[in-house]
């Protein structure tokens, strides 16, 4: 089995158009991995629960870094 590996993206929207390239800051981070040893199908939607709100919060983080 193979961890999950959580990579998030902060918010960009204020520097994207469609169609043209806006300059525009953008901040990645990748989380710590997310074991999956041991787990099996019935554990899906805990696990999937769990790696979305780890990486929510991240987001709420770094669009907040971003804003400063």
């Known amino acids: 089995q193979m961890p999950i590996y959580p990579v ?3 918010k960009y929207e204020d520097s994207f158009d469609l169609g043209k390239i806006v300059p525009g800051k953008v901040i990645i ?3 710590e991995p997310i074991s999956t040893q041991g787990l099996t ?3 899906i939607d805990e ?3 769990k790696t ?3 990486m929510a ?4 983080d770094l669009s907040k870094e ?3």
């Open 47 to 49: 696990l999937m629960n």
């Open 57 to 60: 919060a991240k987001l709420d």
């Open 8 to 10: 998030v993206f902060s």
């Open 66 to 68: 971003l804003a400063n």
């Open 41 to 43: 199908v019935d554990d």
């Open 29 to 31: 981070e990748a989380l």
């Open 52 to 54: 979305r709100n780890l």
